[in-house]
């Protein structure tokens, strides 16, 4: 049951709190401002965020740059994401209590939005400024509610010490990789993040996808709605497809992200459909590796999940110019974009901070994301679906049933608890 909406307190208003003259000039390059809290007459009250360990220290940097600047501190606070995290968050929204600015991923923004527990933000030219997968991902309702810095998304690595072949379709990659199997050279067609317990639907969402098997409907502004789009024959045909590669041995359930990582990493997979989380151990190895768009299995577009971290803003701030300022003059900065890249290793959500990030490889993940993929739903009803999606989807691999039946039960499994 979503929770009433919490009330937000409004902005102090300009009259009599700034000192004439006295609106703060942006860190860095391009757009315009907002009201300065640098020039709040009184003594400032300190920031605090909440980070994860990869963001702490780009932004203890720009904590400094801001407190020089505006006389207000910065508390950064290490509190990776997960579900204690956001729970704490809106348990202490309300009582004025809590961290001014989290960072979280755009796929809570409607658990967040309706329970009323961050602002909507006036992003400074968005479209000059940010990639517009970023902007499609931070929007809900029509209005911007993050101010984006990472985009990330799953993409097919290529070993090229084993072969220099860009499959066009999925069964033209797993043809490639029985060629290197009945050759003693590989010992799976391709590898993937799964799991025995829940499955891992995000990771085969590109091949899902290619069947116009969509998670949910899209609007014609591309918006998702909350009727599901991955039923009928779409849905059926995806089912079947996952039925074979189950009995051939080409998806494995108990391919777990180490293992899967692991058996690309020592030469027994000639493809990984793999995210950025894995280029560091892939690099330690000094791999050659090519990044290559998921081909599609069903005909039509292989569409990638997209995920986007954000900075968003406490609707119930007691410094709401503060904070403001440093997410709409600070954090959006390709200059500061830049500074997180160096700590998270993901493609910034920056325009100019993307182009001018110098990694290859990480670029050919920003591609992807812009031209193949679509945001990971934010919508409330998602909630309902992971479970059963990536259940059934063990179990049709497993051989557990009938594949359109089994896919079928699931639909009327998500539709009733998006109901109730």
Not at 169 to 176: R, V
């Amino acid at each position: 049951m979503t929770s009433p909406r919490f009330s937000r307190r409004r902005f102090l208003g300009a009259a009599g709190l700034l000192v004439a003259g006295g609106a703060l000039t942006a860190c860095g390059s391009g757009g315009g401002q907002v009201a300065g809290s640098g020039a709040l007459l009184g003594r400032p009250r300190p920031l605090t965020i909440w980070a994860s360990q990869y963001e702490v220290p780009g932004l203890e940097k720009v904590a400094e740059r801001f407190q020089e600047d505006t006389g207000v501190s910065i508390r950064v606070i290490q509190r990776n994401y997960n579900g204690q995290m956001l729970s704490d968050f809106l348990t202490q929204v309300p009582t004025g209590e809590g961290p001014d600015i989290i960072v979280a991923p755009h796929d809570v923004l409607g658990q967040v939005v309706n329970n009323g527990a961050v602002s909507p933000v006036d992003l400074i030219d968005p479209e000059d400024n940010f990639v517009d997968i970023a902007l499609q991902a931070v929007t809900y309702d029509g209005r911007y509610y993050g101010v984006p810095f990472i985009i990330e998304n799953v993409a097919l690595l290529r070993n090229n010490a084993m072969t220099d072949h860009t499959p066009e379709t999925f069964d033209d990659l797993l043809a490639e990789g029985h060629r290197l199997m009945d050759a003693g050279v590989a010992k799976y067609p391709f590898t993937t993040s799964q799991s025995e317990a829940s499955g891992d639907p995000y990771h085969l969402y590109p091949i899902q996808s290619s069947f116009g098997a969509e998670v949910f409907e899209r609007d014609a502004d591309g918006a998702y709605t909350a009727e599901l789009g991955m039923g009928g024959d779409g849905g059926h045909a995806f089912a079947n497809y996952l039925a074979e590669m189950g009995a051939n041995r080409d998806l494995i359930v108990t391919m777990t992200p180490d293992i899967s990582k692991q058996a690309f990493i020592d030469g027994e997979s000639p493809y990984f459909i793999a995210g950025p989380w894995n280029l560091s151990d892939i690099q330690a190895a000094d791999m050659d590796i090519e990044v290559l768009s998921v081909p599609s299995a069903g005909g039509q577009p292989a569409v990638p999940f997209v995920g986007v971290s954000s900075f968003m803003i406490n609707a119930n701030s007691s410094s709401p110019l503060a904070a403001r300022d440093l997410a709409l003059n600070y954090l959006s900065q390709p200059e500061v974009q830049l500074e997180l890249f160096s700590s998270n290793q993901r493609p910034p959500a920056n325009k100019e901070a993307l182009e001018s990030m110098g990694d290859p490889v990480l670029a050919e993940y920003a591609r992807i994301a812009q031209e193949d993929g679509a945001p990971m739903p934010s919508i409330p009803q998602m909630g309902a679906v992971w479970n059963f999606w990536g259940i059934t989807q063990n179990g049709i691999v497993n051989g557990a049933g009938d594949p359109e039946q089994l896919w079928d039960t699931m639909i009327t499994n998500i539709e009733r608890a998006i109901e109730s």
